[in-house]
């Protein structure tokens, strides 16, 4: 339909459903006529929803992308500046040619310190959308100048390319760790999952294909491969997909919040294939987990620990009190941090007071739970 006519359509069904009777008119035609004007009504406003949750979307990542390239160029972002030795555009696909299918491997400066380093593999958010490792370089470093190793990848987006996508290019990652961590001297026995929002979610659901035998392929990779994560770092986690109207419909969340959680959920899972082994469950990794906690399923090796690090201004609040408290049902070390007056993400923007606590936070629980869990 042209735009001329969705605008002749538009003013016709208003003037139709203002000016027509409420009673049944005898004969059909003027009824008939007010049913399509209704349709055209509903059906143009469908259309108007789809573009303003596009645009939407396209101004955030937008936005978000061009505030992280700024970033990534001012001098505290610099990783010779701390004796950080970045690698770039590593391909961690065997064969590939797409930009989605390469990592950045930061490594620390050596400090007399033997053996090699605990290692985080960092997954960006982004709605699955949009993002990658060229937009988190300041989160990167945040983890490299406390001496880990840090791998932090992009991975195929959608709508383009939908689930699972995104979590079996993670799962390639982690493959591709296994083949090289004596090369960038990563000690893969203490390794960390970590990523925000998208990424989240990702990080979670690599955790649960690496203690349960799933049926997904890309899943079973990464249980055969016996990498087991130590601890997971999924901050302000979207970590149930199938249940999005949980977030969209809660009270004060506005139209703008609304339209760009809805667009995560329609990009990454709404042509989805559901007739495959595993579904879209691991889309949903917080429902995995307490369906896990219901039946008591033991796993076939022990879950991480868990930090779960969020805004109190968070629209995705829930999901993180959600993960914390079935993590404490599962008898997990788990940590529940909740920085009030903060929103998405907000660790992101490492210079503020409450990203610094976040990350002091984050460490003092790395340096316990990897303690531990190494003896």
């Not at 929803?49 to 990542?61: D, E, F, M, P, Y």
Request: charged share 25%.
């Amino acid at each position: 339909m042209s735009p001329r006519v969705l605008r002749l359509s538009l003013v016709l069904s208003v003037l139709l459903l203002v000016a027509a009777p409420s009673r049944r008119v005898e004969g059909a035609p003027l009824s008939g006529l007010r049913a399509w004007a209704g349709r055209s009504w509903r059906a143009a406003g469908k259309r108007l929803v789809k573009i303003r949750r596009a645009a939407g979307a396209t101004l955030i990542s937008s936005l978000i992308e061009a505030a992280s390239t700024v970033a990534g160029k001012l001098p505290f972002a610099q990783p010779g500046r701390y004796g950080i030795k970045l690698t770039k555009d590593v391909v961690y696909r065997a064969g590939s040619k797409d930009r989605a299918h390469q990592l950045d491997v930061y490594q620390p400066k050596a400090d007399g310190t033997p053996g090699k380093r605990p290692v985080v593999v960092y997954y960006p958010g982004g709605g699955f959308t949009s993002l990658s490792k060229n937009t988190h370089r300041t989160i990167a470093l945040e983890f490299a100048k406390r001496g880990y190793v840090v791998v932090v990848a992009s991975y195929r987006r959608a709508p383009k390319n939908p689930y699972p996508a995104a979590h079996a290019d993670a799962a390639e990652v982690l493959g591709w760790l296994k083949d090289n961590a004596d090369r960038i001297g990563a000690d893969t026995s203490k390794l960390v999952l970590a990523g925000e929002s998208a990424g989240a979610n990702i990080a979670t659901s690599l955790a649960l294909a690496a203690s349960y035998r799933r049926p997904e392929k890309w899943a079973q990779k990464i249980f055969d491969s016996g990498l087991r994560p130590k601890a997971v770092l999924p901050a302000c986690g979207i970590l149930e997909l199938d249940n999005i109207e949980r977030l969209t419909k809660a009270r004060g969340v506005s139209t703008l919040v609304s339209d760009r959680i809805t667009t995560v959920r329609e990009a990454y899972i709404g042509k989805a294939r559901r007739d495959v082994p595993g579904g879209t469950e691991l889309a949903s990794p917080l429902s995995v987990l307490e369906k896990i906690a219901r039946s008591k399923q033991t796993p076939q090796r022990p879950l991480p620990a868990f930090f779960v690090g969020v805004g109190g201004k968070d629209p995705l609040l829930s999901d993180s009190q959600r993960l914390h408290h079935v993590a404490e049902k599962l008898g997990l070390d788990s940590k529940l941090a909740v920085y009030e007056g903060q929103g998405h993400a907000f660790q992101a923007l490492v210079w503020k007071d409450a990203s610094k606590r976040f990350y002091r936070d984050t460490f003092e629980f790395l340096d316990r739970a990897l303690k531990a869990r190494s003896n």
